[in-house]
Nanobody, 122 residues
Framework: QVQLEESGGGSVQSGGSLRLSCAASGYTYSTMGWFRQAPDKEREGVAAIATAGTSYADSVKGRFTISRDRVKNILYLQMNSLKPEDTAMYFC???????????????????WGQGTQVTVSS
């Protein structure tokens, strides 16, 4: 049974930081990502990690960093210089079949967590 559980969300002021964690159980996945969905908007890729490295949405480049602890099987998203437009529900996801290059398309992922809310106030 694959389980992905996010934590670390919360409310911060603009310019603040948060670190999201995603604990994976059941298997270790090499291709994983962070996604977000704001009300009335489509889910979008934020950051992804795979064998070849990492990839980021243009809107978060230089501010967010994706990383993982393979021993603990935890995926992280360090978010700095947060902006009100970063407000959304954040999800982690894992792809069953590994990809060499990281991918930001939600449709490429098979397993999803329940999400953690991030709210940034101005």
């Amino acid at each position: 049974q694959v389980q992905l559980e996010e934590s670390g969300g919360g409310s911060v002021q603009s310019g603040g930081s948060l670190r999201l964690s995603c604990a994976a159980s059941g298997y270790t996945y090499s291709t994983m990502g962070w996604f977000r969905q704001a009300p009335d908007k489509e889910r979008e890729g934020v950051a992804a990690i795979a064998t070849a490295g990492t990839s980021y949405a243009d809107s978060v480049k230089g501010r967010f960093t994706i990383s993982r602890d393979r021993v603990k099987n935890i995926l992280y998203l360090q978010m700095n210089s947060l902006k009100p437009e970063d407000t959304a529900m954040y999800f982690c996801a894992a792809r069953r079949d590994p990809r060499f290059w990281p991918v930001l398309q939600p449709g490429e992922y098979n397993y999803w967590g329940q999400g953690t809310q991030v709210t940034v106030s101005s």
